[in-house]
């Protein structure tokens, strides 16, 4: 194991054990605070209880259409921007107008839209996903080397040989990095619709256990919430590592 990978692992626990000292010598209030240790057994009860699984299944799943049907047009915006420049004349004042719109400010306007199905809860993902995929689409077609585009122009490439060889090939690095960002903002949409007019959810677990002043299961909940998505983010890099071996070695 390389000291880069036994950081990685030391760097939570010490501060799980941190917060557990922390604990025991009343510096934080156990209160608002409780141990790690009380969490833990919490957790495992939660789990065993059939809750944890039925409440992140169907965050995922929100998660997951969401971040597709935003995802998927996000990117093909991005990649047009970054090709034309009218087409970045179009869309670019959009995104800067409507990106800074606070996503869970407008929740209430997706649930008047779509009602209070599952559609309000995807859309509410989308429209946060969506924005940064463009942005990062496109920033990574323009930071491709003039010298790549010289070259397809020089060989008179066509045009789906110069998309999937040179342009796609090109921005995926920024893609990826769209993908993690979004799979953030996107869990944080989710939980966020799920204190509305929803029962089921980690969102709704944490509101319940707000509302029933249970501190050890809003903790629980919020292990499971960053559970699921340090989960998504290791998929996202495994992927990245296989698209990408240069990338990988570096980071390495």
């Keep these: 194991m390389t000291v880069t990978r036994l950081l990685k692992i030391a760097a939570p626990l010490s501060l799980v054990l941190l917060w557990q000292v922390a604990v025991w010598t009343k510096f934080l209030n156990p209160g608002l605070f409780p141990p790690p240790s009380a969490i833990l057994a919490n957790f495992i009860a939660y789990a065993a209880s059939g809750e944890l699984a039925t409440n992140a299944s169907w965050t995922l799943s929100r998660l997951l259409v969401g971040l597709l049907i935003g995802g998927i047009p996000g990117t093909a915006v991005g990649l047009a921007m970054g090709m034309n420049k009218w087409v970045r004349a179009y869309f670019?004042?959009?995104?800067?107008?409507?990106?800074?719109?606070?996503?869970?400010?407008?929740?209430?306007?997706?649930?008047?839209?779509?009602?209070?199905?599952?559609?309000?809860?995807?859309?509410?993902?989308?429209?946060g996903v969506f924005f940064l995929m463009a942005i990062n689409t496109e920033a990574g077609v323009r930071q491709i080397e003039t010298i790549y585009l010289d070259v397809a122009r020089a060989y008179r490439i066509r045009p789906m040989s110069f998309f999937f060889r040179v342009l796609l090939p090109g921005a995926l690095p920024n893609i990826y990095a769209?993908?993690?960002?979004?799979?953030?903002?996107?869990?944080?949409?989710?939980?966020?619709?799920?204190?509305?007019?929803t029962r089921v959810g980690l969102g709704f677990a944490i509101f319940n256990a707000q509302q029933l002043l249970d501190v050890e299961r809003l903790y629980a909940a919020l292990v499971a919430v960053s559970l699921l998505g340090f989960a998504?983010?290791?998929?996202?890099?495994?992927?990245?590592?296989?698209?990408?071996?240069?990338?990988?070695?570096?980071?390495?």
């Design 92 to 127: 670019g004042p959009v995104i800067a107008l409507l990106y800074p719109i606070p996503k869970i400010a407008i929740l209430p306007l997706f649930y008047f839209i779509f009602g209070t199905g599952e559609a309000a809860k995807w859309a509410a993902v989308a429209v």
């Design 232 to 252: 998504l983010a290791t998929i996202v890099d495994w992927v990245e590592d296989v698209a990408l071996p240069w990338r990988a070695h570096r980071r390495a």
């Design 178 to 197: 769209g993908v993690k960002l979004s799979i953030g903002i996107a869990i944080v949409l989710a939980v966020a619709a799920e204190y509305q007019l």
